[in-house]
């Protein structure tokens, strides 16, 4: 007995880092696991002076948790990295991590290296990364109904919210959908005053300085600054001599004529990412010209790109008529809308942009609403790109069983890290029928048997009936990318976790050596 109760002593010692880090991580799940699916809940944060947020979005409850242990703070680093590459999948991404690591330290404790449990994972991660990209099902076009099934999936439900954001991605069209710098998402705002809509331009988030002007602008010619709207400075100290006072009323009287110049060349809208001399402000509203000040360079990026202006320096504004016109923009309309504080332009002659507003009674319900659109509108970008899959787990248990099936012809201690893999690509599933209330090990079982039967990787588990469906033939479809990221981050994160043997703090660098 004594011999027994040495070996397991030296075990836990020799495993106890792994153990604890593993602790850590199956704790930071627990945290959202339970959001999991359509029947998932959701999760109350509390703030230290008593705000309170409910929500069951994963990137929101991991960012707003108070966090301590480094191997926790890794995996919120995975909902992060799924967010800012994807926009969406950040609680199947987290629930995968932890997964991983749990399986992964159930080979190690059991006497496989890590070395080899680490690189059979990897391994078993690049083959699921290929069965997945395989039976990918491409968008035909923006038309697709899978689109508007992904959409409302991806939006809660929410049926108005997905309709706003299909109709804006086919606004917006498919090749602007398919550039890699182009964010869909960011196209989505919310406000508690809005009615909900897809605006075909862009919202300028500023005022007009002239805010008695009529406010609409029809035609327009745009000027663009990435200064002041001002004459070039002239310092104090020149003031005070004769030459210096001379230049400074030249400088004034060129700035004149570059504002009848403006007005000659049809400008109807003047933002600038600086401050306007109240000359200027006074020749515009005299003129009828809106001017928007201090915008920031977001939304100057916005307006150039939309239309079609170069964003120059005051100082062109001492060129020739052919030269300023030649940076000018142009829009069809422009017009400040009091309701929304919102300045909106669209029919540029740039770059097509849409925007999708999202009403709401309040601030809070505009802010979760605003959410819901920003996933619906990842999803829906994502599934453009990279197709579709069936999503409720389904698919990620066809996979773990192509896992298995490789697994029997592997011949090393690797393969203990690719049935790893297959082990966790079965959580998914597992957890959305716990959430749902089945028993998992009996549906689990009970999906495998179907799909292996029918050959079939879109069978699921209908979370209402508890019965085998097909997930493609009723719309429970997911974006294959999203799929495809949340694997590799969580894979990614894992293997870090599991390779840590020891933490060690580290000395202040301000503490003397």
Known sequence: MSGVNTVHSEGEGRFSTLVNNAAAV??????????????????????????????????????????????????????????????????TATVLAGALVQEGVAQVTRGVPVAKVVSGMLQGIELAVSSLRVRSRVITNLGDDALKRIAITAGREQVDIAKLIVAAAEAVGEAKMREDAYRFADSVIAHEEASSEVWPGILLHQKPMNLH?????????????????????????????????????????QF???????????????????????????????????????????DLQLLSEHTGARPVRRTALR????????????????????????VRVCRGRGEQHVTVIVGAATREAAHERSRIAKDAASAVQAAVRGGYLPGGGAVEMAVAHDLERHRETMKGM?????????GALRKPLSQIVV???????????????????????????DCDTGQVTDFIEDG???????????????GEVAAAVLRIHTVIKMKNPFEEA
């Open 26 to 91: 199956r704790a930071i799940c627990s945290a959202v696991e339970g959001t999991l699916g359509p029947k998932g809940l959701d999760t109350m944060l509390v703030g230290s002076q008593g705000e309170v947020i409910i929500t069951n979005d994963g990137v929101t409850i991991l960012e707003k948790m108070d966090v301590n242990h480094p191997a926790a703070r890794l995996l919120i680093q995975v909902a992060k990295s799924q967010q800012r590459q994807i926009g969406d999948g950040t609680t």
């Open 213 to 253: 002007l009529e406010h609409e602008q029809r035609n327009a010619s745009i000027l663009v600054l990435h200064d002041a709207l001002e004459p070039e400075a002239v310092s104090e100290e020149s003031l005070v001599t004769e030459a210096g006072f001379q230049r400074y009323m030249q400088l004034r009287e």
């Open 414 to 422: 690797e393969g203990f890290g690719v049935a790893a893999v297959a």
């Open 435 to 461: 959430n749902a209330g089945y028993n998992p090990l009996e549906k689990v079982e009970e999906l495998k048997a179907a799909q292996i039967a029918a050959d079939n990787d879109s069978l699921g588990i």
């Open 319 to 342: 060129k020739s008529a052919s030269e300023l016109g030649a940076a000018l923009g142009y829009a069809g309309y422009a017009s400040y809308d009091e309701r929304l504080e919102l």
């Open 476 to 490: 429970v479809i997911d974006p294959a990318d999203v799929k495809i990221h949340a694997l590799q981050a969580a």
């Open 256 to 298: 004149r004529g570059s504002l009848t110049l403006l007005l000659e060349l049809g400008v109807g809208l003047i933002a600038s990412d600086r401050g306007v001399d109240p000359e200027a402000e006074q020749f515009c509203s005299d003129h009828g010209i809106l001017v928007l000040q201090r915008l920031s360079r977001r």
